[in-house]
């Protein structure tokens, strides 16, 4: 009976080890985070809010480099109809703009602080199978990068905190 449970002792601690040898300690982005702002950056150098005073959102960082970030504006419209697939054009429009959300893959170089971002799906379907790389900062559990200028010159800054690790 002892041997059997120094076994059994001996198999749970391999697998506590390997658990614990599969997080990847040297990605600061692995985790779970909380959108608090996503600002614009205005050509002239003026930064605003870009969706609301306070933007919904997350982003999740896997240790396998998995990630989904989505941005909802603070304040949106409903459909008047409560159907979806029946909506006005103003309605639609309202919905597609107060909204940015993308998954795909992502890796982390710390030593040059950017993030490459392989887009597969995005609601801006401009951005769907595009990598993007991107400068970032972090300042403890505060995250933040820019996203590619639009064409009015303007450059959104997303910025989260960290929920999970």
Same mark, same amino acid.
């Given at each position: 009976m002892t041997?059997?449970i120094?076994?059994?002792?001996?198999t749970?601690a391999?697998?506590i080890?390997s658990?614990?040898? %599969?997080?990847?300690t040297t990605n600061?982005?692995v985790?779970?985070?909380?959108?608090i702002?996503?600002?614009?950056l205005?050509p002239d150098?003026t930064?605003?809010a870009?969706y609301?005073? %306070?933007p919904?959102?997350?982003?999740?960082?896997?240790?396998?480099?998995?990630?989904?970030i989505?941005?909802? +504006?603070d304040v949106?419209?409903?459909f008047a109809?409560?159907?979806r697939?029946?909506?006005?054009?103003d309605?639609?429009k309202d919905?597609?703009?107060s909204?940015s959300?993308s998954?795909?893959t992502?890796?982390?170089?710390?030593?040059t602080?950017?993030?490459?971002?392989k887009?597969?799906?995005?609601?801006?379907?401009n951005?769907?199978?595009?990598? %993007?790389v991107?400068a970032?900062?972090l300042k403890?559990?505060?995250?933040s990068w820019?996203v590619?200028? +639009?064409?009015d010159?303007s450059i959104?800054?997303t910025?989260l905190? +960290?929920?999970?690790q």
């Amino acid at each position: 009976m002892t041997s059997r449970i120094l076994s059994l002792i001996a198999t749970l601690a391999l697998a506590i080890s390997s658990m614990h040898a %599969q997080v990847d300690t040297t990605n600061p982005f692995v985790g779970s985070w909380k959108l608090i702002a996503a600002d614009k950056l205005l050509p002239d150098g003026t930064r605003v809010a870009d969706y609301g005073a %306070q933007p919904h959102g997350m982003a999740i960082f896997t240790a396998d480099g998995h990630m989904m970030i989505e941005v909802f +504006r603070d304040v949106r419209g409903k459909f008047a109809g409560n159907d979806r697939a029946k909506g006005t054009f103003d309605e639609y429009k309202d919905a597609a703009l107060s909204s940015s959300c993308s998954f795909g893959t992502y890796s982390v170089d710390p030593t040059t602080s950017k993030v490459t971002m392989k887009i597969d799906r995005s609601t801006f379907p401009n951005y769907d199978d595009t990598t %993007q790389v991107r400068a970032y900062e972090l300042k403890g559990d505060i995250l933040s990068w820019r996203v590619p200028a +639009r064409p009015d010159g303007s450059i959104p800054i997303t910025v989260l905190r +960290r929920i999970a690790q």
